[in-house]
């Protein structure tokens, strides 16, 4: 009995197993994107006591656009512009896809938090369409994975 019981439990667990497996397959396939697909990726983030930052990303031109607007009189505020080349863009697609980003859904959101952290991504394609997410105090799984994406190619903390 105890040995029907082990069986069952290993052909559940490698079920288990491969269904998350096929799960995270089907994610990557469906909302793979490349550099063509993407026109411009706008960043804001604000929060409690937090700086305003605002970020574009335009790929059919590689160029990037981060501003931040200070919290308080004494902070600095700044625009910087700069380029980044095509093995950037490459780059980042190729981890955005691995972590689910154009997958994201349309709100996360923790109402019970009244100082937290926003951001707000508005993703516009070469199509017209346009993808965007809310974040409020609650944000996606891979959250910090993007964050550490976006700070490797563009050199800003954009998350």
């Known amino acids: ?25 089907m994610r ?22 937090l700086s305003t930052c605002t970020c574009e990303i335009d790929f059919p031109n590689n ?9 308080s009189d004494n902070d600095e505020s700044k625009t910087v512009y700069k380029k980044f080349t095509d093995k950037d863009a490459e ?4 981890k955005a896809n691995l972590y689910g980003f154009f997958c994201w859904k349309e709100s996360y959101d923790n109402s019970n938090v ?5 951001v707000t991504i508005h993703i516009k394609f070469t199509d017209g369409s346009v ?23 563009f050199g800003y903390n954009i998350l």
């Open 1 to 25: 009995m105890k040995r029907k019981k082990r069986t069952m439990i290993s052909i559940v667990s490698v079920a288990l197993i491969i269904g998350v497996i096929i799960l995270f397959m």
């Open 28 to 49: 990557y396939f469906i909302c793979q994107k490349n550099t063509n697909d993407i026109e411009t990726i706008k960043i804001s983030k604000s929060g409690y006591l």
């Open 63 to 71: 160029s990037f656009m981060y501003e931040t607007v200070g919290y």
């Open 91 to 94: 780059s980042f697609m190729k």
């Open 114 to 118: 009244y100082d937290g952290k926003g």
């Open 131 to 153: 993808q965007e997410t809310h974040c409020y105090a609650k944000f996606p799984f891979t959250y910090d994975k993007m964050a550490e994406v976006f700070y490797e190619v």
